[in-house]
């Protein structure tokens, strides 16, 4: 299973642009990256996934170099309600029986005033 | 889009006693469960995999005599903790893929249970 390093914390202001970056070094070739938020007693909830290149969606965007190797996810214009713990994860891609999930520390984005 | 509910959310229980959690999967059918623990300020804890049909299979370090599992229909895995102690105390979550996607959007989690022995 690969393992994913992203950083303990970070904070930013509302408004601003975060990015949180990941990396999986030993990401596999059938491996897809996803990243999940989670708030406070709530289970994790999905906000985007990708393969390669880059990813849109109307929360986010993930952006994954050509190696694969890293992967970041990028919020534009947070809000304090974006304020939680946000998940990079790589593995339990296409085709075939689910495979399991595994969680790293996670990064802790504060959203300040 | 896929939903996987929960319940219940909390539960307060007396030591040495039973409790149940339940997961399904609401519209869509899940060949295969996940249940993960998480403690206070970590993340979350793969504890084993629950299969539909057949015996659930366990991470190293948990006891399949304490942490029951049972995934008797595609929509529905149970974890009883049984004979609980204050250590059991944690957060429950389960989490399940719709089978029929060949590449989701990713694994729908629970709400999560929040158990607390006393």
């Known amino acids: 299973l690969a393992k994913t390093t992203q950083p303990i914390s970070m904070d930013s202001y509302e408004g601003q642009e975060v990015n949180i970056t990941c990396s999986h070094n030993n990401i596999a070739t059938n491996d897809y990256i996803t990243w999940y938020q989670q708030f406070p007693s709530q289970g994790p909830r999905f906000i985007i996934q990708?393969?390669?290149t880059k990813v849109t969606n109307e929360v986010a965007s993930l952006f994954i170099p050509a190696d694969r190797k890293s992967s970041t996810l990028s919020l534009p214009r947070v809000s304090l309600s974006d304020t939680a713990v946000y998940y990079c994860?790589?593995?339990?891609?296409?085709?075939?029986?689910?495979?399991?999930?595994?969680f790293g520390s996670g990064t802790q984005l504060t959203v300040l005033p | 889009g896929a939903v996987v509910s929960q319940h219940p959310s909390w539960v307060i229980c007396k030591s040495g006693t039973s409790v149940k959690i339940e997961c399904r999967s609401l519209d869509f059918q899940a060949t295969t469960m996940f249940w993960y623990r998480q403690f206070p300020k970590q993340s979350l804890m793969l504890m084993a995999t629950s299969n539909e049909g057949s015996k659930a299979t366990y991470e190293q370090g948990v006891e399949k005599d304490k942490f029951l599992i049972n995934h008797a229909s595609l929509t529905l895995s149970t974890l009883t903790v049984t004979s609980a102690h204050p250590e059991d105390s944690s957060f429950y979550i389960c989490?399940?893929?719709?089978?029929?996607?060949?590449?989701?959007?990713?694994?729908?989690f629970g709400s999560g249970t929040r158990l607390t022995v006393v």
């Open positions: 990708g393969y390669k």
């Open positions: 994860l790589v593995g339990g891609g296409s085709s075939g029986s689910a495979r399991q999930l595994t």
């Open positions: 989490s399940a893929r719709d089978r029929l996607y060949d590449r989701d959007y990713g694994y729908t």
